[in-house]
């Protein structure tokens, strides 16, 4: 059975660095695209950023030149380097895998327990 599984998450101070990590593992074919959804308190699970297999990444605006996705492809991980990071950063990270499991023909969504965040002032 295939699952996402993250670690890395802390207490950091506002203005510090922190890295993410989410490892698929599972009877896996391939992956189309992995990345990390915020689910900040009180408020539901929004899009921080996400690479596509070919390359091709996204980023909300406003981690825009603080956040980085990173793959290692043959370990089936995504990285999240977050720099400079705020009191809004603060939430649940939680890990997603857009893949094709071995056996299947088309992709299923997939995602991680997540792990906590809290950007101190």
């Known amino acids: 059975q295939v699952r996402l599984v993250e670690s890395g998450g802390g207490v950091v101070q506002a203005g510090g660095s922190l890295r993410l990590s989410c490892t698929a593992s599972?009877?896996?074919?391939?992956?189309?695209?992995m990345g990390w959804y915020l689910q900040a308190p009180g408020k539901k699970r929004e899009l921080v950023t996400n690479?596509?297999?070919?390359?091709?990444?996204n980023y909300a605006d406003s981690v825009k030149g603080r956040f980085t996705i990173s793959t290692d492809n043959a370990r089936n991980t995504a990285t999240l380097q977050m720099n400079s990071l705020k009191p809004e950063d603060t939430g649940v990270y939680y890990c997603y895998a857009l893949l094709v499991r071995r056996g299947a023909l088309t992709p299923d969504d997939y995602w991680g327990q997540g792990t906590p965040v809290t950007v101190s002032s």
């Open positions: 599972g009877r896996i074919f391939s992956i189309g695209a």
């Open positions: 690479i596509t297999s070919s390359g091709i990444s």
